[in-house]
């Protein structure tokens, strides 16, 4: 059967592709470690990557500040060529790179610092003189990961080897920090001072100029309301998660809060090419292939979702979020345990449609507001707007 794929495989012209992929991801990075070795560092240059996304995350911010500010830094970004798309979402003054090719190996050799949100599959040693941030994908450790989940023994073993080589985590509350230092394989430097895409939450200029950007891109008029549901994947796929009965969340939406809305729905990465698999009502929009997640967060007014942990980043704006999971149980016996019970968080939560529409219109603002306080300042948090210019100062102080 092997020998009928490889036959198969010359016969239609992939062979040479797939056997240049399997070198790659087999000696390749090691071997140019030889190269690597005589390469000097560009002082001035950051390499900056989100997990190989288009331009979005924690590095896309680091990456507007550095822009915003003139400072003096070359910028390469490295993306998986499957998501660069037409690549104008990339700004001027960027450097777009395709990830896994010999140019980005080159650009990781070469850089002092390099950014991202991920894991790093492959990549060159790090020089004594490189600085690697980490700043991962999330500002709360709600659903379990890395040593506390069930994972495969090949990513653990990417997982202890990018922990080796990363110098800091950023973290944005002190229960994040000790997720980093119990449960990454890591036992370095923990910087906690917020986490650079959260920044954009604390300017009402910003806020509004990325509202207008989704409005704009999806039509909407500025007395539409927007409720933004992003739940996470399931293991298995399954899209039934997003049978909603949509029409009676509308009509719930209106009642409670008053006024025109718009539901957004969007995949979790994990599933983004699985995006045009899923049915929605023609009243309800697919924005998976929307760029930037904090943009659409945003735009929207209020946010659902089942345990995604985007939750815990949106509700520094102080905006209503709503939990509905109609698999709970099933997902944590198949797919992820908790840190904690959706009960313990200060959002309302829903295991049907019943519950969602009864949680929506008794939504009490003046409990909310004071319970996301609560927890707020219970579990540390300490996003301040200004975890991008503490991560220069990080890069700036780097010998």
């Known amino acids: 059967m092997k020998l009928y794929k490889i036959i198969k495989s010359i016969h239609d012209g992939t062979f040479h592709e797939k056997l240049k992929t399997k070198f790659y991801f087999t000696s390749f990075h090691k071997i140019y470690n030889v190269v690597s070795a005589f390469q000097k560092v560009d002082k001035k240059k950051i390499v900056l990557c989100a997990g190989g996304d288009a331009y979005g995350g924690d590095p896309k911010y680091i990456a507007e500040y550095i822009l915003e500010h003139h400072l003096d830094y070359k910028i390469v970004w ?26 980005s190996m080159h650009e990781y050799s070469t850089a002092k610092v390099w950014v991202d949100n991920s894991r790093k599959i492959y990549f060159p040693k790090k020089k004594k003189n490189q600085l690697y941030i980490q700043t991962w994908h999330g500002n709360f450790p709600f659903k379990k990961i890395e040593q506390d989940a069930e994972l495969p023994e090949s990513y653990i073993n990417i997982a202890k080897n990018d922990s080796k080589a990363i110098d800091y985590f950023l973290s944005g509350n002190a229960e994040e920090t000790k997720l980093y230092q119990n449960s990454f394989w890591y036992s370095g430097k923990v910087a906690e ?10 300017s009402k200029e910003k806020i509004q100029k990325m509202a207008k950007a989704v409005r704009s891109y999806y039509g909407l008029d500025e007395d539409t309301h927007i409720l933004l549901y ?170």
Not at 372 to 382: K, N, T
């Open 78 to 103: 490295l993306v998986n060529p499957e998501k660069r798309g037409d690549g104008s979402c990339f700004p001027a003054g960027i450097k777009v790179v395709d990830l896994f090719t010999l140019k």
């Open 193 to 202: 001072i917020g986490t650079p895409n959260c920044d954009v939450m604390f």
């Open 230 to 399: 992003a739940p996470t994947f399931r293991n298995n796929n399954d899209f039934s998660v997003y049978n909603v009965d949509y029409e009676r969340l509308y009509a719930s939406l209106k009642t409670r809060f008053g006024g025109k809305w718009q539901i957004l729905t969007r995949l979790h990465p994990n599933v983004y090419l699985l995006s045009d698999k899923i049915s929605l009502p023609s009243n309800v929009i697919n924005a998976t292939g929307y760029p930037d997640m904090r943009e659409l967060q945003c735009a929207s007014d209020i946010a659902m979702t089942d345990l995604s942990g985007w939750v815990f980043e949106y509700f520094l704006m102080e905006r209503p979020v709503f939990y509905y999971m109609t698999d709970a149980e099933e997902y944590l016996k198949n797919d992820r345990g908790l840190y904690f019970k959706p009960t313990e968080t200060p959002f309302p939560f829903a295991k049907n449609d019943d519950e969602l529409n009864e949680n929506i219109l008794h939504f009490d603002e003046k409990k909310y507001l004071n319970d996301i306080h609560q927890f707020q300042s219970h579990y540390g948090f300490c996003a301040d707007g200004t975890a991008c210019e503490k991560t220069i100062e990080l890069i700036e102080n780097f010998k």
